[in-house]
């Protein structure tokens, strides 16, 4: 069981994500908070909380900072944060602060759903539309040489895996684009991220788009 806490200053959205995730059978809404105090209170009370759904904008304590006092916690749960700003900073200060993943609220329930089972699964999530703003803001600060990602010694393969990360595909679309099966997809994904020293696949994309290898 997925055990997920919910924080949104508004009531709707809690109601609304509450309402979907509540609906599978793996997933259970264990706190819900209408501020970035209340999830850290929650879960310091609640150390089983897998899954952190986090908005950018609440009053008391924001998501980023909130991200930030989760990542100081033992056993703190996996941050996905959810907003309606798809700005391109937001994306690198979310990730910055530990989150690990980012979602728009315009997303489907079924691309929620997918993200809390992903990273519940220690994987990270960045969609193709977040990749392209994390991809302008990468850009502009000057991007890496290959020079660079020569050093991690990644294979051919690798690098190709690495590129399709950046790009923002699952196992499941990389396995598809390379024609390979998901056990050696997940392979590669394993040796890329130790290779390159990436804590989680949005950093490894970071890396890929550094480097001149996503689109």
């Known amino acids: ?17 509450s309402l979907i995730l509540r609906s599978q059978p793996d997933i259970q809404v264990a706190a819900e908070a209408a501020d970035g105090r209340q999830l850290l209170d929650a879960v310091r ?12 904008r609440m009053p008391v304590l924001d998501g980023l900072q909130a991200t930030r006092e989760l990542a100081t916690i033992p056993h703190a749960p996996a941050v996905i944060v959810v907003t309606t700003f798809d700005d391109d900073a937001y994306v690198l200060d979310a990730i910055a602060a530990g989150a690990r993943g980012f979602l728009l609220k315009r997303s489907s329930a079924r691309d929620l759903i997918a993200a809390v089972r992903t990273v519940a699964a220690g994987e990270a999530v960045l969609s193709a539309e977040v990749t392209g703003a994390v991809l302008d803001r990468v850009r ?9 990602l020569a050093a991690y010694q990644l294979t051919a ?10 790009a923002g595909l699952n196992n ?7 024609y390979l099966s998901m056990s ?3 392979t590669h994904v394993t040796n ?9 696949r949005v950093r490894a994309a970071i890396l890929a788009i550094q480097a001149g290898l996503a689109p």
């Open 1 to 17: 069981m997925i055990r997920v806490a919910i924080a949104d200053d508004q009531e709707l959205v809690r109601d609304g994500f």
């Open 45 to 56: 009370r609640d150390s089983r909380i897998d899954v952190a759904l986090v908005d950018i």
């Open 140 to 148: 502009a600060t000057g991007p890496a040489s290959r020079v660079e």
């Open 157 to 166: 393969r690798e690098i190709d895996v690495l590129a399709l990360i950046g």
């Open 172 to 178: 499941n679309e990389i396995a598809e684009r390379l």
């Open 184 to 186: 050696t997809v997940k």
């Open 192 to 200: 890329v991220l130790a290779k390159t020293g990436s804590r989680d």
